[in-house]
């Protein structure tokens, strides 16, 4: 894979462009277009009268980033994934983050991290986890297998236990992680990126507690046969997220991802303007979208100046993101 470096580079930086571009969305796409004038076409701070990002600064990345840098810090470290490299980075980055009365913490994380403290089992404490936050967090673990998605797949269920471990939840970090794994290679397609994001919510839903929740297999195909019909960018968005939907439910937020990466054709910078203009969940929406769109096209296909901005943010300037490639690079050569 004559390309890996740059390709983990872009997966990563598309993570933090998703993220912080969706970040000052709305909750509804209307609402959204109506308060912008149109599409985001840029880094903005979060709007004062935003339920959750109020008060951001533009270029801001969020939970879905931190957590994803988080975990790719404590696997180079232990050399791999691990369950207890993941309780580590989760664990830790709660804690520095203020978690038990953060706004950006999910309810299946906190109530996952929360157990963990209480010295519960972390084979059991994501028992009930349902929400989206294993898929936001699980593109370390798709870097880590370039080529190798059922490897990827592996991996994304021991990242999910502590605090997501129903089959809803692993199905969606299981689809995310495998896209990425093949969007890693140098002949990878938008056709091949989305079937191993099929194979691995059908492989995902086979493992962790049973619980209720629609199929993200299925939300996937509703996604991506919206994004590739004939309407205009904003009706297809639209029909997203009223069909589809962006909620924190992780049916919702994976399928509506993979939506996006597919309108995008697989463009980092496009795929966070559809994000964002998508609204609910946007910024997560956006950091798994990016993430998949980064893997497959590169960090040259990320504006230089995005990449200064984000590296201007000082939450991203903590976890130095090169340093994080450099480490998964090697890691994953190895394999």
């Excluded at 004062?48 to 180079?76: C, K, N, W």
């Amino acid at each position: 894979m004559k390309r890996l470096k740059e390709k983990i580079l872009g997966g990563l930086y598309g993570q933090a462009l998703g993220d912080a571009w969706g970040m000052p969305a709305y909750f509804d796409p209307d609402q959204t277009w109506d308060a912008y004038g149109g599409w985001i076409e840029g880094f903005l701070p979060g709007p004062d009268d935003h339920e959750v990002h109020q008060g951001l600064p533009a270029g801001r990345i969020t939970d879905d980033s931190e957590q994803a840098f988080s975990l790719a810090r404590a696997y180079i470290a232990h050399g791999g994934v691990t369950l207890e490299a993941t309780v580590e980075a989760i664990v830790d980055w709660y804690d520095r983050t203020g978690g038990d009365t953060s706004k950006y913490v999910g309810p299946s994380t906190r109530r996952g991290v929360q157990a963990l403290k209480r010295g519960e089992d972390p084979h059991t404490t994501g028992r009930m986890g349902d929400t989206n936050g294993a898929a936001m967090r699980v593109s370390p673990v798709g870097l880590l297998h370039p080529g190798d998605p059922m490897g990827a797949i592996e991996d994304a269920v021991i990242s999910c236990i502590p605090t997501h471990g129903t089959n809803v939840a692993i199905s969606g970090a299981c689809a995310v992680a495998a896209a990425i794994a093949v969007a890693l290679m140098d002949d990878a397609t938008i056709d091949a990126v989305v079937a191993a994001g099929l194979l691995g919510a059908e492989l995902g839903r086979q493992r962790g507690n049973p619980w209720l929740g629609a199929s993200v297999t299925r939300r996937i195909e509703m996604a991506v046969s919206i994004a590739r019909s004939s309407s205009d960018a904003r009706a297809r968005l639209r029909s997203m997220y009223d069909i589809v939907g962006t909620s924190l439910a992780m049916p919702e937020t994976v399928g509506s991802a993979f939506g996006v990466f597919v309108m995008a054709d697989g463009d980092p910078q496009q795929a966070a303007i559809y994000a964002a203009n998508l609204s609910g969940d946007a910024d997560t929406v956006g950091a798994i979208a990016c993430a998949i769109a980064g893997a497959y096209s590169g960090i040259e296909a990320i504006p230089q100046a995005i990449i200064d901005t984000l590296n201007q943010d000082e939450i991203m300037a903590q976890y130095d993101v090169p340093a994080l490639a450099e480490g998964i690079y090697a890691q994953a050569v190895k394999r």
